[in-house]
């Protein structure tokens, strides 16, 4: 029997432990506060924040709205981010991707406070990953990490292969997955016999962007499968994973949608309270 990995039942367990951890940070007399910056009107980045507000509402963090037009200049935005920076009463920076292609993504991010990064994507905090010390993790790759926890799936031992080297996801996800004592392959573009590298694998994550390319003939009989691909299709929403051929030979599948999605969402709100949390001095129980 294939396990369906239940992104939505992971995200409500994680964003239930956030609220437990902010009211303790309530009661320690800090009010967690998220600013979410947009730049520019695209609808699917303004349906993103929406979502994202509203989960912060669900667990009880405050978000504070931040509009920049679509022609803002670079100079704006970091004054934004100083002023987020500056304020005592925001714990966690959401800006929002990706920006207009005249702004610099980078040196956006870096600007964040890396202890506002609830996003994980500071430089200082990827560095803190790598060299094993706590921080805000990238949300997507960590909530692979949840689930994975969430389903008592040990990646001790286990040969990974991530088919994907971005820095949002490929990259910590590998190295979250070697922090947990997985053997680890990083593969991409370039990989030579792709199918032949994965069917080596125990444990596979792909997050590639496209659609359905990961078959039958990736995947060793047995093998966990996280899909962490969105792609809009004629079809509607899939994964990089052709989940009808691949789902009757995995041990554990995560669908698209309803898999990995929720979880990114989710961590982000466990990272804002984590945040607030560092501020109140209070540790998660
Ligand atoms: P990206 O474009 O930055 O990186 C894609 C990676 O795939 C690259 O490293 C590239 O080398 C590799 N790749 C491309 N073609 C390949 C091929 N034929 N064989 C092997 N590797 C190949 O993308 P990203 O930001 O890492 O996102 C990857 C996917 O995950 C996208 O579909 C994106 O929408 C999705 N995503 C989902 C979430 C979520 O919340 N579920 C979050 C972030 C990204």
Redesign the pocket.
């Known amino acids: 029997m294939t396990t369906i990995i239940d992104g939505q039942v992971v995200a409500r367990a994680t964003k239930e432990r956030a609220a437990a951890l902010v009211a303790r940070v309530k009661d320690a007399g800090v009010d967690p506060g998220l600013a979410v910056v947009l730049v520019g009107d695209d609808p699917a980045s303004l349906s993103y924040v929406r979502m994202k507000e509203r989960d912060c509402a669900d667990v009880g963090i405050r978000s504070f709205d931040h509009r920049l037009p679509a022609d803002t200049t670079q100079d704006a935005l970091d004054a934004l981010i100083d002023a987020c920076n500056a304020d005592s009463s925001v714990h966690g920076i959401l800006l929002q991707l990706p920006l207009p292609s005249h702004l610099d993504e980078e040196s956006a991010l870096a600007r964040i406070s890396a202890a506002k990064d609830v996003d994980g994507l500071h430089p200082e905090n990827l560095g803190r990953l790598v060299r094993g010390l706590p921080g805000p993790r990238a949300?997507?790759p960590w909530?692979v990490m949840a689930m994975l926890d969430h389903y008592g799936i040990d990646v001790s031992g286990k040969r990974a292969v991530v088919?994907?080297?971005?820095?949002?996801?490929?990259k910590p996800q590998a190295l979250m997955l070697l922090e947990r004592n997985a053997t680890v392959t990083i593969?991409?573009?370039?990989?030579v016999d792709?199918p032949a590298v994965c069917r080596e694998a125990d444990v596979i994550v792909?997050?590639?962007?496209?659609a359905k390319?990961v078959t039958r003939e990736y995947v060793r009989p047995g093998a966990v499968v996280i899909d962490?691909?969105?792609?809009r299709t004629e079809d509607g929403l899939v994964?990089?994973v052709d989940f009808a051929d691949v789902s009757p030979v995995a041990s554990a599948i995560t669908p698209?949608p309803g898999?990995?999605?929720?979880?990114?969402?989710a961590m982000l709100v466990m990272n804002t309270a984590l945040a607030a949390a560092r501020v109140a001095g209070v540790e998660e129980a």
């Open positions: 949300c997507t909530g088919i994907g080297r971005s820095s949002i996801v490929g593969c991409h573009s370039r990989t792709l792909a997050a590639v962007g496209r390319m962490v691909g969105i792609n994964g990089d698209v898999g990995v999605g929720p979880m990114t969402r």
